[in-house]
């Protein structure tokens, strides 16, 4: 489960980031965070991962008040809470195995462990048969499908992914979406932030829909109501 | 050991920086041998030549044993003397015998008559050969009984004098290149950290611990240190086996040069030889591990 109890977040030299934001996600749910550049999208992401500390208030992921670990110790909460970037993130100079495998190295599996859950979430985002080739032999889509098994790989609790379908054509990012689900569909978290509006309205999940750091409307099949408010506003 | 693994890989990856950082281990370590090496060696011939007597008291005809019985008791009184010992004018006919055994005609010149006894005095401590000097240039009656006094000062100040000569020099040499190979594996560490900046960002987001992420940076730089002390313990090793002959025939007249120099095989030219990579292998660990350590802390901050 993810609390936010009244979280604020200012960068320094700037207006806040996130203002008193109060929400509960429980185990198991599939979340779209929506709004325009700057509503507090990525911050919610970074708070969740502990890649930042809340102004004020307090973030509580399960039984870990995320204030409270100490930076020696985040790592534990990242083997649980994986995150999926538009940019990927992979590394080049490895191949596709290899870029899986890590997520299961820093748990310290042995070869063989590694070898068998990799093949199988390999299969699961429909990579199976190009294990060998490294990123840049592959698609865009097929980066973030890299990508995606990378963060799933040891089995996290917790699934974030900011702006994972940036990148990619309409179909590539319902492929990609696809796969999400069926994560979630095996238990885990999923929390995503998006500007794809088509997306929204189409899946009808939860929808978080965030303004100016705050929350704007939090839907159980919500639709795409930010942008639509800016654009109107335009 | 996944890290160990990892570091290897590291180093396949940029051979070239590798290669500098073993290198300069390597000329470091074979700078650094070679004075200890030469340390020990010195220590060893100043241990033989303070081993022998250091002061010979030659005494008049008609100085009796007690006139140098009365001269050892004020000597070893000083506790200064390591032996005092009284030759007699036989025994110094004796030692004159076998020293000239293949010169048949100056051993018909001599009978023990005409040789003189003596006092061989050692000190515990090269120091205290003046004091020891002293003490029989001021004896009672001095002129009455001693004919002449020798003694190897020279010899031993020269080599003490040596011996801290390439204590100082190789200690400062040795210094300058420790600190010259820890800064270019400090460089070279912290290159390798700047480039895999994306990866280590990435193993921090899939959860790998700090060490995780640290300990490939330090097994790398204790490899060069390892490597570094390897090589130079081989090229040591394989200089004096080389030149042994050459060594030999410096060093015939010290017994220890001759027991461990005469055969390569032996167990203590080997058990030198493992104590030697012993001590370089445990300086290179340390200094390369030191290195890197430096930079993990400086650029790997979480």
């Given at each position: 489960m993810i609390r936010f109890d009244h979280v604020s977040k200012h960068y320094p030299g700037h207006?806040?980031?996130?203002?008193?934001i109060t929400v509960d996600i429980a185990d198991g749910e599939f979340v779209y965070l929506i709004g325009?550049?700057?509503?507090?999208k990525t911050t919610m992401l970074r708070l969740i991962m502990r890649d930042l500390i809340p102004t004020s208030g307090t973030v509580v992921v399960d039984e870990w008040k995320l204030s409270s670990i100490p930076t020696s110790q985040i790592h534990h909460l990242r083997r649980r809470v994986r995150t999926v970037y538009q940019d990927f993130k992979?590394?080049?100079?490895?191949?596709v195995y290899e870029n899986v495998a890590v997520g299961l190295e820093v748990l310290g599996k042995n070869e063989r462990e590694i070898a068998k859950d990799v093949i199988k979430v390999l299969s699961l985002v429909n990579l199976e048969d190009k294990y060998?080739?490294?990123?840049?032999?592959?698609?865009a889509g097929e980066q973030q499908r890299v990508s995606i098994a990378r963060a799933i790989v040891g089995g996290p609790k917790i699934l974030l992914a900011d702006?994972?379908?940036?990148?990619?054509?309409p179909d590539t990012a319902g492929e990609i979406l696809d796969i999400l689900e069926e994560v979630n569909s095996i238990g885990t978290t999923v929390i995503m932030a998006t500007h794809n509006a088509s997306l929204v309205n189409e899946r009808k999940k939860r929808t978080l829909a965030l303004d100016d750091g705050s929350i704007h409307s939090d839907e159980?099949?919500?639709?795409y109501h930010v942008q639509k408010k800016k654009h109107a506003n335009a | 050991m996944r890290t160990l693994k990892t570091a290897w890989k590291h180093i396949r990856r940029s051979p070239y920086q590798a290669m500098a950082a073993t290198l300069a281990m390597f000329l470091t370590f074979l700078l650094t041998g070679f004075f200890f090496l030469t340390s020990v060696a010195s220590a060893v011939i100043l241990q033989y030549f303070e081993g022998k007597p250091q002061i010979t008291v030659f005494f008049r005809d008609q100085a009796s044993q007690e006139d140098a019985s009365g001269l050892t008791t004020t000597l070893q009184a000083s506790g200064k003397t390591a032996q005092v010992r009284y030759v007699t004018k036989e025994e110094a006919l004796a030692t004159y015998k076998t020293l000239f055994q293949n010169d048949p005609l100056l051993l018909e010149m001599?009978?023990?008559?005409i040789l003189p006894a003596s006092l061989e005095v050692s000190a515990t401590?090269?120091?205290y050969l003046d004091d020891l000097a002293q003490t029989i240039a001021s004896y009672g009656g001095k002129g009455d009984i001693i004919e002449e006094v020798v003694y190897q000062k020279d010899v031993v100040d020269a080599l003490i004098s040596w011996s801290n000569a390439i204590k100082v020099i190789g200690g400062v040499l040795a210094g300058l290149l420790a600190v010259d190979a820890l800064l270019i594996v400090m460089t070279v560490i912290g290159m390798k950290i700047a480039l895999r900046r994306d990866e280590i960002e990435i193993l921090k987001l899939v959860g790998a611990s700090s060490w995780y992420i640290r300990l490939p940076f330090l097994w790398e730089g204790a490899l060069y240190g390892i490597w570094g002390a390897t090589a130079s313990w081989a090229v040591l090793i394989g200089v004096i086996v080389w030149m042994r002959p050459v060594l030999l025939s410096f060093l015939e007249a010290i017994p220890v040069f001759v027991t461990v120099l005469?055969?390569?095989?032996?167990t203590i030219f080997l058990t030198g030889s493992a104590a030697l990579l012993g001590i370089l292998l445990v300086t290179g660990f340390l200094l390369g591990i030191i290195g890197s350590a430096v930079s993990v802390g400086r650029y790997l901050k979480f």
């Open positions: 207006r806040g980031a996130l203002s008193d325009p550049s700057g509503a507090g992979l590394l080049t100079d490895r191949t060998g080739l490294f990123p840049l032999q592959l698609s702006e994972p379908t940036g990148n990619l054509d159980a099949k919500g639709r | 001599v009978t023990a008559d401590s090269p120091q005469s055969n390569p095989t032996s």
